[in-house]
């Protein structure tokens, strides 16, 4: 985790914002790559599902997010709430896919009009699609080469 946020915080934007998806049980990993990087965590988002994805002690029924600032970006000028319903997306596409109805108040909310969306961990590329639906850049990485196709086909259609 932490080249990956050094690598994000470097490219990223002066006086801007990220947002990152993690695990709960990883959270400790996530918050010492963000700090290290130089990232300040300025919100936390959460998303409560009407299913569960996992048992084990617990049904998991939620996802979590930090909203992540390098620098000291202004507010946004329509601020959206911490809490965002998650729509079930089947995950036909990927594991741990995220539905639109998420990801596009995110990229309105806090990518810049002719700003770029950077996904370093795009999987079948949802987040690269919401950007393109609202006429942002974007640049995604995939390891995976079944997702990265996955992903070129999305964005061609």
């Given at each position: 985790l932490k080249p990956?946020?050094?690598e994000m915080y470097r490219v990223l934007a002066p006086d801007s914002f990220a947002v990152s998806f993690y695990?709960?049980?990883q959270a400790d990993r996530f918050m010492r790559a963000y700090?290290?990087?130089g990232f300040r965590v300025v919100g936390h988002l959460a998303?409560?599902?009407r299913y569960t994805s996992t048992t084990k002690f617990l049904r998991y029924q939620h996802e979590c997010a930090h909203l992540l600032?390098?620098?000291n970006p202004k507010a946004p000028a329509d601020t959206i709430g911490d809490v965002i319903d998650w729509t079930y997306s089947g995950n036909k596409l990927h594991p741990t896919q995220k539905p639109l109805s998420v990801l596009l108040p995110l990229v309105e909310t806090f990518a810049p009009l002719r700003g770029t969306v950077l996904d370093p961990f795009a999987g079948s590329g949802s987040s690269l699609l919401a950007a393109k639906m609202l006429g942002r850049n974007y640049?995604?990485?995939e390891?995976?080469?079944r997702y990265h196709a996955i992903a070129e086909r999305r964005l061609a259609a």
């Open positions: 990956a946020f050094a695990g709960w049980p700090r290290d990087a998303f409560p599902k600032a390098k620098g640049i995604g990485m390891l995976d080469a």
